[in-house]
Nanobody, 120 residues
Framework: QVQLVESGGGLVQAGGSLRLSCAASGSFFRIDDMGWYRQAPGKQRELVATVTSGGRTNYADSVKGRFIISRDNAKNAVYLQMNSLKPEDTAVYYC??????????????WGQGTQVTVSS
């Protein structure tokens, strides 16, 4: 199947930047959409940003203009550059990948999550 390894979380002051990385490995034909979600304490998991295999991006309104999602298809990796961070961005961030594990079998996979904490 597919394993996702995330890195790049941490503690940063408001206004600072962090870059999250997520690399997919395992047995699959190809990667489809990739994205980042986050879950703050006591809240539901929410979409942050996604990028299609063709490079089309989508962002939550709360992060537009501050976060940039990108992918490296050769490395099966997705990145999230987070700028101008705010305390309300504090959450566990999860990588999400759609992967074809069979010719017509698309499955959803999640990373283990990485903590991002923004201090005021």
């Amino acid at each position: 199947q597919v394993q996702l390894v995330e890195s790049g979380g941490g503690l940063v002051q408001a206004g600072g930047s962090l870059r999250l990385s997520c690399a997919a490995s395992g047995s699959f034909f190809r990667i489809d959409d990739m994205g980042w979600y986050r879950q703050a304490p006591g809240k539901q998991r929410e979409l942050v940003a996604t990028v299609t295999s063709g490079g089309r991006t989508n962002y939550a309104d709360s992060v537009k203009g501050r976060f940039i999602i990108s992918r490296d298809n050769a490395k099966n990796a997705v990145y999230l550059q987070m700028n101008s961070l705010k305390p309300e961005d504090t959450a566990v961030y999860y990588c999400n990948v759609g992967a074809y594990i069979g010719l017509h079998s698309l499955r959803d996979f999640w990373g283990q999550g990485t903590q991002v904490t923004v201090s005021s």
